[in-house]
Structure formats: C-alpha cells, structure tokens
Nanobody, 124 residues
Framework: EVHLVESGGGLVQAGGSLRLSCAAS????????IGWFRQAPGKEREEVSC????????YYTDSVKGRFTISNDDAGNTAYLQMTNLKPEDTAVYYC?????????????????WGQGTQVTVSS
C-alpha cells in the first residue's frame, strides 16, 4: 500500500514562497506519477502540478505556470513543489497524489493514493 506524507504548508503573505514536500513509500514499480491537487472552499478540486518518472515532463495548471516548480528526488522518493510569488487565490488545501505505472502527466482521475493534505494560506 502506497503511503504519502506531506509537509510544508503554512501562512504566507502575498508574494512570498513556500515549499511542499511529499514523501512516498510502499510502492512497487519505479514508473509512477506524483503531483499535487488543491481544493479551496466552495471550489472543485484541481490538479496543480505533476511529474512522471517516465517522461519527466512536468505539468502545471495555467494559473501557476512560471510561479510553481515541481521536482522529484528519485533516490529519496520525495517530490517537492516550490511555490513562489504566491497569491491569495492560491489559498487551498493541497493534496499529494500518486499513481503507479502512469507514464505521463497530468494524473487527472487516475490517482490511486492521496496524502493527508496540507493547508496553504496566502494573505493579501
């Protein structure tokens, strides 16, 4: 069973930065995709970013392009989401998502495992 542990959320002023981490364990295959979704109150969940160990082409939703960077430490089985120039509209609970044998991003509806979620709050 895949287990995901997230860290790194918090409160930051607009224009600030945060880095989210997601440590994955318990998976069998080296081919997988890992990324983050977010959900703000009253809004649908959206996929923010993703990276696959197969093609290594990162995916970003349009609203975060140029501000967020995803990376994956294969050796440590940890993915990172560096978020810069944060805006109040980035405020949401961010969930790490993982799917084995997924060769490219986005993850979309294929996520098989989820982290516990971490709150990101950006004040104006």
């Amino acid at each position: 069973e895949v287990h995901l542990v997230e860290s790194g959320g918090g409160l930051v002023q607009a224009g600030g930065s945060l880095r989210l981490s997601c440590a994955a364990s318990g998976f069998i295959f080296d081919d997988y995709a890992i990324g983050w979704f977010r959900q703000a109150p009253g809004k649908e969940r959206e996929e923010v970013s993703c990276i696959s160990t197969v093609d290594r082409v990162p995916y970003y939703t349009d609203s975060v392009k140029g501000r967020f960077t995803i990376s994956n430490d294969d050796a440590g089985n940890t993915a990172y989401l560096q978020m810069t120039n944060l805006k109040p509209e980035d405020t949401a609970v961010y969930y790490c998502a993982f799917v084995e044998l997924h060769s490219s991003c986005p993850i979309a509806d294929a996520a098989g495992s989820w982290g516990q979620g971490t709150q990101v709050t950006v004040s104006s």
